[in-house]
């Protein structure tokens, strides 16, 4: 029985990779994160825009030409990390943050959809001041971007899971393929009940 579960195990160990991180995982984990960081320049116009003469700020206009000077670079980025994330081979860490930089990603059109129905909104009702919230808005949302990129770098490079990001580490958690998602017959059921439970103590 003991040689038939060790068996199992090693079986289940094949299929994907939860290995401890190794030095390079831990590199490779936090690059996907450039991906939100590219996107979420289109909100720093303003700032940029004001601080013509900052550095960071010329940096930034240069990167996000380039990444827009590539056809299709956004939808390119998400199918190659897309393609990342379900390969089983790669460790945990780096499938991990390859999920929650697309979620990231997928986040920061929120706040588009909302600058834009404000604009939209403050001109029919003549409200100049809409044009000082957006750009506020937009400052926020740099900002908040690069907050939680620090947070997962650091992290990651520490060898840890950075999953305590607001509702998106919660669904990068259910999407990341575990062992404990296998059956005995090593095929792909879903979410352990434990994640599930743990999710469900969260909303409570």
Same mark, same amino acid.
């Given at each position: 029985q003991?040689?038939e579960? @060790? ?6 160990? +094949? ?8 030095? +390079?995982? @831990? *590199?490779?984990?936090? !690059? ?11 909100? #720093?116009g ?9 550095? /960071?700020?010329? *940096? ?5 030409? !380039?990444?827009?000077? /590539? ?5 390119? #980025? $998400?199918?190659?990390? +897309?393609? $990342?994330?379900?390969? =089983? ?8 943050? /390859?999920?929650?930089?697309i ?9 588009? =959809?909302?600058?834009?129905?404000? %604009?939209?909104? &403050?001109? %029919? !009702? &003549? ?9 506020? =808005?937009?400052d %926020?949302?740099?900002l908040?971007?690069? #907050?939680? /990129? ?7 490079? =520490? &060898? +840890? ?7 998106i580490? &919660? ?18 059921? %879903?979410?352990?009940?434990? *994640? ?5 103590? @969260?909303?409570?």
């Open positions: 003991m040689e579960e @060790k068996q199992l195990q090693e079986m289940r160990m +094949s299929l994907v990779n939860e290995g401890e991180p190794t030095a +390079s995982d @831990k *590199v490779v984990s936090v !690059l996907p994160y450039l991906f939100p960081l590219l996107d979420s320049l289109q909100y #720093a303003p700032w940029v825009t004001s601080h013509p003469d900052n550095v /960071i700020a010329q *940096v930034a206009t240069l990167a996000f030409t !380039l990444y827009r000077s /590539i056809p299709l670079s956004g939808l390119l #980025a $998400f199918f190659a990390l +897309s393609s $990342f994330s379900s390969n =089983l081979s790669l460790n945990r860490l780096v499938r991990f943050n /390859i999920q929650q930089a979620y990231l990603d997928f986040a920061l059109f929120v706040p588009g =959809l909302m600058a834009g129905l404000l %604009g939209a909104v &403050g001109s %029919g !009702l &003549g409200l100049p001041a809409t044009g000082v919230v957006t750009e506020y =808005l937009s %926020g949302v740099v908040g971007t690069l #907050a939680t /990129i620090a947070y997962a770098s650091a992290t990651s490079l =520490l &060898g +840890s899971t950075p999953d305590q990001v607001p509702f580490s &919660g669904a990068t958690t259910r999407r990341v393929v575990t062992l404990d998602m296998f059956d005995e017959e090593g095929k792909l059921v %879903g979410p352990s009940r434990g *994640v599930e439970d743990d999710d469900a103590n @969260k909303e409570d």
